[in-house]
């Protein structure tokens, strides 16, 4: 959120949600994107598909949503495509054997930055076939029910103070916020803030796996921009929305 969005207090808000790209077929074909390339099942693409094991279990066996958990008797990538989205993001779409004759599809991205993180997942006969583009099955943190921030397994949000470790993640995050308020991620001139300071700032541990932050934060005198942040339990930072203008007050 930015502009008269950012205006007033910081508060719980899943408005302004930022996708690493705009899906418009079953082909890959993506504004600012290349076509889905096939790669080779290297050691990178190997660790990248066990950065996000650990959620793939959770969402796989319920325990995201208060299930046991469990974990996969094997789990290896089986094919997978690539896809760079306007030189900034890169989408995986990988075939996961998770036993001799089963499969799941996972769609998992990796930002400038290398940050990885899994975005979407399908199971059952939605994963049948070879791998290939998708859009459906979209993971989030948590399910967002009302302004208060009232979510499923989640605690209610707590002002927080403004830490050196807050204002780390703030800064983790701070170049993609540039890029998305200067339009750089749709092909705009890349620009820098003149400020970039966490004002106010609010907390959320999601079901004690995830925890959102709804930072406020300044970026001239009288302009602030709202974001939302998501760790997770592996200390994995990532800007999930923003708003700016009249949705930031």
């Known amino acids: 959120l930015k502009g008269a969005a950012a205006e007033g207090p910081v508060h719980c808000f899943n408005t302004g949600a930022l996708t690493p790209m705009s899906m418009t077929s079953r082909n890959g074909t993506m504004s600012g994107a290349r076509l889905l390339q ?95 583009c998708f859009n459906t099955g979209a993971l989030t943190p948590m399910s967002m029910t009302s302004r208060n921030g009232t979510m499923s397994g989640a605690r209610l949000l707590q002002p927080v103070s403004i830490t050196k470790r807050l204002e780390s993640i703030a800064d983790e995050v701070k170049d993609r916020v540039e890029r998305v308020c200067f339009g750089a991620e749709s092909g705009g001139a890349r620009d820098h803030f003149v400020t970039y300071v966490v004002h106010e700032a609010l907390a959320q541990e999601i079901a004690g796996v995830h925890t959102n932050y709804f930072m406020k934060i ?32």
């Not at 319920?62 to 996969?72: M, V």
């Not at 094997?74 to 993001?89: F, S």
């Open 38 to 132: 096939p790669v080779s099942i290297t050691k990178r693409l190997e660790s990248i598909a066990d950065e996000v094991k650990d959620r793939v279990e959770r969402v796989c066996f319920g325990a995201e949503s208060g299930g046991a958990r469990d974990h996969f008797v094997t789990y290896v990538v089986h094919e997978a495509l690539a896809q760079e989205i306007a030189g900034v993001h890169t989408n995986y779409f990988m075939k996961i054997r998770i036993t001799i004759s089963k499969f799941i599809l996972i769609r998992v991205n990796e930002d400038a930055d290398g940050v990885v993180s899994l975005t979407h997942l399908l199971k059952g006969a939605a994963a049948e076939g070879p791998v290939h």
């Open 218 to 249: 300044r970026i001239t005198i009288s302009k602030f921009i709202l974001i939302r942040v998501n760790e997770d339990a592996d200390g994995v930072v990532s800007l999930t929305h923003l708003l700016k203008g009249a949705a930031a007050e």
